[in-house]
């Protein structure tokens, strides 16, 4: 008697979705700026820079063939120094700060080495969906401004 490799498998009839839902992916759109924000708090707590890197395609004039070329962009912190003289992170999504709560715009962090973990902490509540109707206000104002 011989068994199936298969049959040792936990089968399903789950399909891949054809297109994920917008509200997933402005969720995802904003966990990635967040992952950003903490890899560069970590290289600056290191003494380093931390830079993307983003694939431009262009045409190149000579063969007429579609090139594409890497280059850096520099990632600007979120967080900056109060007026106390305390830091502060403001969650951006595009050009747009959210408003986290009614009327705070902003999460105050104790010490630059708390930057970590406090982004830790947002990443973790914008991928359980707890910003999402903030994600979806500032969504409607960004497309709003490129309508006029």
């Known amino acids: 008697m011989t068994t199936s490799a298969l049959s040792a ?3 399903t ?5 054809q297109q994920i839902p917008q509200v997933v992916q402005r969720r995802n759109k904003l966990a990635k700026r967040v992952w950003q924000q903490i ?3 970590k290289a600056e707590e ?4 931390f830079r993307v ?3 431009k395609s262009y045409t190149d004039t000579e063969t007429g063939l579609r090139k594409q070329i890497e280059q850096h962009v520099t990632v600007k912190p979120w967080w900056f120094t109060t007026q106390t003289g305390k830091l502060a992170i403001s969650v951006r999504y595009g050009s747009r700060v959210l408003e986290l709560a009614r009327g705070k715009f902003a999460v105050e962090v ?3 080495k708390d930057l970590t973990a406090t982004l830790d902490a947002i990443k973790t509540a914008v991928l359980a969906g707890e910003l999402d109707t903030q994600i979806d206000a500032a969504a409607t104002k960004l497309r ?3 309508a006029k």
């Open 13 to 17: 009839d789950a399909r891949k979705p």
């Open 53 to 55: 890197a983003k694939f």
């Open 144 to 146: 709003a401004g490129f």
């Open 39 to 41: 890899e560069l708090a």
């Open 110 to 112: 104790a010490q630059a």
């Open 9 to 11: 498998l936990k089968l």
């Open 46 to 49: 290191q003494g380093m820079q």
